[in-house]
């Protein structure tokens, strides 16, 4: 494994040497007083595993950490200092190890057979596992068997930061602009420390299900890239773009991708900054769920259109022309009750949240249709 050894102290750094000398699976590529080299060298080298010290001149060791495993994701941090107080903060940004000096010769065996394990079980484990990625309705996983498998996020916070990044995936995201979608109400200084730790949390969850994706930094911001996994919702909107207009020849894949929409992009939690990309998603099923209720009353299957019309209006209560679809469905059936009630609905729906009442050319057709009647 390739090592980096980070203290301000020669001696420190000469002394720890030493010790791991003793393992023949160690490669130590450097040994580094000032911490901005660490950050140059990782850049453009491959690392396995960083010794750092915590109390240092220029950068501290915990920043260090940071921004070390921002650029290298998969590296081990193992700490190196004199005070025990940072014990907790070291585990919180993922350390593999904590070591007090000075260091002895079995404490380093400890960590040296941690290491190993963790190597061990990233080469056995090195094949990613198959999944597609849901965002209808809520997150989640389905593998290539049709399991579905939860995320287990630490906090909602990293659920949020998760989901923020996918919304923008394969896009650098500036610092700043997380920071005022998810912690607009925090201070700059606090806002960061969160958006690092729950960055952290975001990356371990993905390490510990193994699956192909990555978020990368780079200019200041942060990209996720899906790799290999699929995006249930994208298929979707790929699939649904390629095939419309509905036509006979097309309608069992209309149906079924009608069927697909399991509810609105991330539907289940409130992020205001998704509702743009929720509402233009499910503008496109409207298209398909109209689409479709025109085809069957082009052919005369009026209960199948009358179904997709209450279908749409369950999401879009106050649309006034797919309640008249309806209504108008239902007067050619012969049922007046429902084109009440339809009526009636759609009237209480305008006035109690808009204030307003149905368009005068509804008004005036539901007028002459109960006067007929």
């Known amino acids: ?15 720890l040497n030493r010790l791991l000398k003793d393992y023949d699976d160690i490669d130590i590529v450097a040994m580094i007083q000032d911490p901005r080299e660490a ?36 590296l081990r941090i193992v700490f190196v200092t004199a005070y025990n107080e940072y014990a907790i903060q070291a585990f919180e940004v993922n350390a593999l190890d904590y070591l007090l000096k000075p260091v002895q010769r079995s404490r380093i065996a400890i960590t040296m057979q941690r290491l190993n394990q963790q190597l061990q079980t990233v080469n056995v484990d090195n094949k990613t ?15 290539d068997q049709n399991q579905v498998h939860s995320f287990h996020w630490r906090t909602l916070k990293a ?15 500036h610092k ?26 975001v990356r371990r969850t993905l390490k510990r299900l193994n699956i192909d994706i990555q978020i990368k930094y780079s200019d200041n911001g942060y990209r996720l890239e899906m790799g290999m996994i699929s995006l249930d919702m994208d298929q979707w909107e790929q699939e649904l773009l390629e095939s419309l207009p509905v036509r006979s020849e097309t309608l069992d894949r209309h149906h079924k991708l009608f069927a697909q929409y399991s509810g609105d992009y991330l539907v289940s939690y409130d992020y205001i900054w998704a509702e743009s990309e929720r509402e233009r998603l499910r503008a496109l099923w409207l298209v398909l769920t109209t689409q479709l209720a025109q085809y069957h009353t082009q052919q005369g299957q009026l209960f199948e259109a009358f179904h997709l019309y ?9 649309n006034e022309e797919i309640a008249w679809e309806a ?38 057709w539901y007028d002459q249709f109960i006067t007929r009647t």
Request: proline content about 3%.
């Open 327 to 364: 209504m108008k469905l239902q007067a050619e059936l012969g049922n007046t009750y429902e084109v009440k009630k339809l009526f009636d609905k759609l009237c209480h729906s305008l006035s109690d949240e808009l204030g307003i009442e149905p368009n005068a050319n509804i008004q005036q």
């Open 39 to 74: 950050l140059v060298l990782a850049e453009r080298k491959a690392i396995d595993v960083v010794f750092l010290d915590i109390e240092m001149p220029e950068i501290n060791g915990m920043v260090l950490a940071e921004k070390l495993m921002e650029l290298r994701p998969n």
């Open 310 to 318: 209450v279908k749409a209006l369950e999401r879009y209560p106050f």
């Open 129 to 143: 596992s198959t999944y597609s990625l849901c965002c209808m309705q809520s997150l989640y996983l389905r593998d």
């Open 1 to 15: 494994m390739k090592v980096v050894l980070v203290d301000d102290e020669k001696l420190a750094l000469h002394s």
């Open 176 to 201: 700043d602009s997380i920071l005022e979608a998810l912690w607009l109400d925090c201070k700059l200084d606090k806002a960061s420390s969160l958006l690092h730790t729950t960055m952290y949390q």
């Open 159 to 173: 659920q949020e930061l998760f989901a923020y990044l996918l919304l923008h995936r394969s896009q650098t995201v």
